[in-house]
């Protein structure tokens, strides 16, 4: 397998525009002879299907949703990203990228973020002209909020709701197209299968949720823009639906998997109450401009109400240990910190593992009025979830599963190692390196759907010669349609005792536990030998009723469920041959005195990407050495 | 920790959009007060499918209260008891030890029943596709700060804007109206500037669309603001139908193009 990352020669400010000039075109009286899929109708999936209808190609979209404005881009909180420097603090699209290269830990491609950062300021003028109702100052400008990992404030932002808000506009958008007949929407479909014949994708098979029927889509070109993985671990701040499917079925048909070990863990979520739990809720790390983080001083002290716990016995441990960025510092660092004062036997409520998110201060200094205008409705969702008033006793937090860095290898284009599949958004690895900062999510899904392949997939595009798609009859649509029939027929076959969420959590306890915020050597090689054995006992045992041709939440569950326990094995492969601690990934032999990530960029200052070699054979480990030339490598600080 | 419930569920079965449907008895015991609605169905539903019986589908997805994805009637209440909240946010402190709980799927014409608890909510994204956009495609709008819009304007347009298209202001009403619906919508995009050029025949478009999809008209009855986990507020519906009457007296068919040069 190779891999060419096709970056452009020349400074880095000029490698995109440069590109985007090379790039062949498709003659505007040709692009309706081209057909592309979009997998996925988030921010990344919902930009892209829109942005390329709207240039004239012939779309279909795929969301496992009953609409595509439900997808999970929905529910982010805070904000996006821009180098837009409004507020005259110094911000610039070399800041931008540089800030996002060292948050990444230093195992990002250079010139994707660049180009990254370059667009950014285009997102956000885009957004505008939709009606995207941005939070504004009163003399109607835009108003910015600082997040973490950076100390400009170059976040934009609607509410608490800015995923959700940046998502109906790329749903609007897109909703225009379909309404124009110019994308075919299918909701409630899943992707079963990646088409691909001599090498080169070339279409999908969809199960219909509603009816059970298997379909093929048959196209020029496939996007996947899927989401993460991040549900492997079961608890996550993931939607339920969330899934590794679609992606890890293209890896088994030759697309390579990038850096799978690299998770994100978010430092604010609201802890679990019990085995029940189904999912974890995050709180904005927005509150983390406002909020102080703390556990007692005194483990004698963590049983007792907040309130009772004098100022000088509180550890405001973030302020302590990163003065410069206190409470702001990137998230791998204040989630691990957190792990820490819990492990220490500070950590506080019920189970142990929580810290407090503190506001008094801020009220005391702003007024309640004042916290309310900004984060009210973060304060109702914890006080609905947790019958706790924020106003009154400080939130209790506690790390959570939140992003996946890694997925599917992509070159400058986004195209996969399968020529014709792309892949877009938190669905590939490119962006982020280790680490995601805050508010870089929203900026990456769109600028890959927007600004991105809408150039790099008509480069591709111009060198099919149009109407050359394969057709309905040809071996390879048959053969995946049989496959996915028989991977239905093989779940209900089973018929044991027991049911696909019971395989899910107990995945989810053995992800978390070894390949969680800390990973050492013993436990991933006890979690390798758990993994399989999960999976043998899920295929000796499950329990599906019902039948395949109606509605079947357990059946859905069921086939995610089978790839979370392959996708997990992968991680935790990666995470034992990744012999260094960078961003989320600490691998507790590799650490400085005081506890922080120690890099190894001797030997692993690479993108690791995996090539499935079939069923029941060792996956082979390629590397795409990553060159830091604008960027020097260095020791992050937020000391 | 607190005591455990004890809860009887009366659920609405149905195979599918054909077939007829019934309520059918569940026990649901040993509930934590801290789990979800959602969580207490997921609970139900492992010792269905453990005992061979199909499980009670029902639509969910962020179980965050922002996709707007799930969403069932509880005890005639579309969400259940508590205010502003969504289905997967009430929590089962809500309820006492010895309650009886019937669920039912949102009622109304325009939204099939697929299964169970889950509807086709399609209407909305057709309602969508009709008008509530602005037509800005992607490529290089002007500077984002070059068009100043006033906070007040602003605040009124996410109002506004933060409906989840859950459908449990039509379940609500009498009339299975969609009307709080469609004009959120049309007001978040007639409150900005942006949103004036297609203003008017956003409003005619849309609003064709929702007649055509069957959906009642608005009596005032308010369900619907009551309903909505968002506070949507009826003043929207105030908003469309002034604009709505502007549209259709002022309605010209639009002229040919200029042709080519």
Known sequence: MELNSRIPDGPIEKKWDKHKFDLKLVNPANKRKYKVLVVGSGLAGGAAAASLAELGYEVECFCYQDSPRRAHSIAAQGGINAAKNYHNDGDSVRRLFYDTVKGGDFRAREANVHRLAEVSNNIIDQCVAQGVPFAREYGGLLDNRSFGGAQVSRTFYARGQTGQQLLLGAYQALERQIGLGTVKMFSRHEMQELIVVDGVAKGIVTRDMVTGEIKSHLADAVCLATGGYGNTMYLATYAKGCNGTAIWRAHKKGAAFANPCFTQIHPTCIPVTGDHQSKLTLMSESLRNDGRIWVPKKKEDCGKPASQIAEEDRDYYLERKYPSYGNLAPRDIASRAAKQVCDDGRGIGETGLGVYLDFEAAISRLGANKIEEKYGNLFEMYERITDDNPYKTPMRIFPATHYTMGGLWVDYNLMSTVPGLFVLGEANFSDHGANRLGASALMQGLADGYFVIPYTIGGYLAGIKPGTRIKADDPAVKAAEQTTSERVQKLFAINGKETPTHFHRELGKVMWEFCGMGRNEAGLKKALQRIPEIREEFWKNLRIPGSGDEVNQSLELAGRVADFLEIGELMCLDALERRESCGGHFREEWQTEEGEALRDDENFCHVAAWEHKGEGQAPVRHVEPLAFENVHLATRSYK | ?261
């Open chain 2, 1 to 261: 920790m607190s005591k455990h419930l004890n809860l009887t569920l009366h659920v609405w079965r149905q195979k599918n959009a054909k077939c007829d449907g019934k309520f059918v008895e569940y026990p649901a015991a040993d509930i934590s007060p801290d789990m979800s609605f959602l969580e207490m169905l997921d609970v139900v539903n492992e010792g269905l499918i453990r005992k061979g019986e199909e499980p009670i589908t029902f639509d969910h997805d962020c179980r965050e209260g922002i996709c707007g994805q799930c969403g069932m009637v509880i005890n005639g209440r579309p969400h259940g008891p508590k205010e502003r909240t969504t289905t997967c946010q009430l929590h089962m402190r809500s309820f006492k030890d010895g309650d009886s709980i019937t669920l039912e799927p949102w009622r109304a014409e325009a939204f099939p029943v697929l299964k169970d608890l889950m509807v086709d909510r399609g209407a909305f994204d057709r309602i969508i596709a009709s008008g509530g956009f602005i037509s800005a495609p992607t490529g290089s709008p002007q500077d984002a700060n070059a068009l100043p819009i006033p906070k007040e304007n602003a605040d009124l347009a996410m109002d506004a804007a933060a409906c989840i298209g859950c459908a449990a202001c039509v379940a609500a009403c009498p009339n299975a109206s969609a009307m709080l619906f469609v004009s959120a919508k049309i007001s978040q995009l007639a409150l900005l500037p942006q949103g004036q050029p297609e203003r008017y025949i956003r409003v005619r478009d849309m609003v064709a669309q929702m007649d055509a999809e069957e959906f009642g008209t608005c009596t005032n009855h308010g369900e619907c603001e009551t309903a909505c986990p968002k506070g949507i507020k009826m003043e929207n519906i105030a908003r469309m139908n002034r604009d709505f009457i502007k549209a259709s007296l002022t309605y010209r068919p639009a002229t040919g193009g200029g042709g080519v040069g």
